[in-house]
């Protein structure tokens, strides 16, 4: 029995990767873990945890309570963002002579460097949803029975739910990192369709007449259908019918919107809004951030400290364009990456500077943390303590953070073309002649600039001069579609007449003839 237990643990112990290897070989080192708003996740120089009831640091309550009240995560030195974020906050009015103040309240700010608040085609989203909304709860409340046997609490109970779901699906449209697809498709089935089945992204009807859901009980319940029923009797009971069919207008305009925009929206969209992108951007480089530290205390943990990390290089023979990098460089490589550049590199780059820097980067810092060794060999002879299973374990993990980096960078792409189409008829019309008498007394440049006139010049096109005695063209330099400049060689500019040959870089080419004459 006790040879079958031995066994036992002797299969679990090689399957669970040595662990107790591993604990025999290096010792257990423990800290405090958390993360804000656990007390042990404040910054080092606040104060101790605030824990059992204890108040927590003045300036830690202020920092929280500045960003909440601002939408907006405070970072040193950012008097720029803190600025923007107190304008958009709250607004002035003078009153009397005297200014007034008004905080508006946003409850859909993000948290994130790379954007004080939700930004972009979201933000564009909410703002329609917000006013929506504000339109339509007026009407709302303003809407009375015109049956008369309608129960009164049925009446207040159901103005009360559509007001509730009306209000919820707008603040989700405003939800950092995106809203959320499953509720707002939710909600809208609530309102619109029918709520045991949430069927939507779909209108079945835009008419008021024929919506179900929440909104169809309501009008049902009140005498509002105009097709079915016939309450009317006065102008205001035929106001009364009017504001629910534009309420309803309200919502199912509001729901149109969200289907148009729906594409763009998702997690695992092709072509994601770059506003909602750049807050999982965000998320995803603090994490990266998270999982280097995570690499280096795990080395700690088995004497391979920061001093020594400096001294360790890191060869690449397999892959001929990773050149070797010491093994510190690299975690600093990446984790200042994750905290400055990148952040920066979107924020003045835009889509431009994600496609054609960020990810680039994030690939090249991908690929030197992937092909670290796995185990000892000659030409990586790393310290014994790099190949334990706890930095090991470190290590896929970063290499997952990196990877996840890539795969929300890579579908936001721009693309600036080299050779615009500008949609005009390819045309040679004139050529400005040349006198050499007008040239400045005592000139010596060795080029001569000429004008050529005309549509569809592309951006890197070739001019030729041909005929007798015809100058010779140095360099042609493009300033529009309709204007091409030609240096020509000064001492082959004789008196004489030649044709132009402009040729484009499609291939398109035309002739004017005699086109370019040098009078005495």
């Avoid at 709302?140 to 509730?164: C, H, M, N, R, W």
């Avoid at 939710?186 to 079945?204: H, K, N, R």
């Avoid at 984790?335 to 994600?354: A, C, H, M, W, Y």
């Amino acid at each position: 029995m006790a040879g079958i237990l031995l066994k036992g643990m002797r299969k679990a112990a090689k399957a669970a990767g040595n662990p107790f290897t591993d604990l025999a070989a290096y010792p257990i080192l423990t800290e405090e873990v958390g993360y804000p708003p656990s007390p042990v996740g404040a910054p080092a120089g606040t104060g101790g945890g605030a824990g059992n009831g204890a108040t927590a640091p003045l300036g830690q309550i202020v920092n929280k309570a500045v960003s909440e009240i601002l939408g907006w995560k405070i970072k040193p030195g950012d008097s720029s963002g803190f600025i923007a974020a107190l304008n958009q906050s709250f607004t002035l009015t003078e009153v009397e002579g005297h200014v007034e103040s008004k905080w508006v309240p946003r409850t859909y700010a993000a948290q994130t460097d790379l954007s004080g608040g939700i930004t972009g085609a979201q933000a564009s989203v909410y703002a329609r949803g917000k006013e929506a909304l504000d339109q339509s709860l007026p009407l709302l409340d303003g809407l009375y029975t015109l049956d008369p046997e309608a129960d009164a609490e049925d009446v207040i109970a159901l103005k009360a739910v559509v007001k509730s779901q009306l209000t919820e699906l707008v603040n989700e449209l405003g939800f950092i990192s995106g809203p959320r697809i499953a509720r707002v498709n939710q909600y809208f089935s609530l309102l619109l369709v029918d709520s045991g089945a949430p069927q939507f992204p779909s209108l079945p009807s835009v008419d008021p007449d024929k919506i179900n859901g929440t909104l169809g009980n309501l009008r049902d319940v009140l005498g509002l259908n105009f097709d079915t029923q016939d309450f009317v009797n006065s102008v205001e009971d035929e106001q009364n019918l009017s504001n629910f069919r534009i309420l309803s207008d309200y919502v199912t305009s509001l729901a149109q919107s969200w289907i148009n925009n729906l594409p763009f929206l998702g997690l695992n969209s092709a072509k994601p809004f770059f506003g909602t992108q750049l807050i999982l951007l965000s998320r995803q480089l603090s994490v990266v951030a998270e999982s280097v530290d995570e690499v280096r205390f795990t080395l700690d943990s088995v004497f391979i400290g920061p001093a020594e990390r400096q001294t360790i290089k890191v060869n690449y023979p397999g892959v001929s364009t990773l050149k070797s990098i010491f093994l510190e460089d690299l975690f600093s490589w990446i984790s200042n990456f994750s905290t400055e550049e990148g952040p920066r590199l979107i924020q003045d780059g835009g889509k431009f500077g994600v496609q054609n820097t960020f990810t680039p980067v994030v690939r090249e810092l991908l690929s030197f943390v992937v092909n670290l060794p796995k185990s000892p060999g000659v030409t990586n002879p790393m310290p014994a303590g790099f190949f334990a299973p706890r930095v090991q374990l470190a290590v896929d993990d970063l290499v997952a953070q990196l990877q996840s980096l890539v795969t929300l960078a890579a579908p936001i792409k721009h693309e600036i073309t080299s050779e615009p189409d500008f949609g005009l008829p390819f045309q040679v019309a004139t050529v400005e002649p040349l006198f050499l008498s007008d040239l400045p007394p005592g000139s010596t440049a060795m080029s001569i600039p000429v004008h050529v006139r005309g549509n569809g010049f592309q951006a890197t096109p070739t001019v030729l001069f041909q005929g007798h005695r015809a100058p010779i063209v140095k360099k042609v330099y493009f300033r529009s579609e309709t204007l091409l400049i030609v240096a020509l060689d000064r001492s082959s500019v004789k008196i004489g007449t030649s044709d132009v040959v402009v040729m484009n870089a499609d291939g398109q080419t035309l002739t004017l003839s005699a086109g370019f004459t040098v009078g005495p």
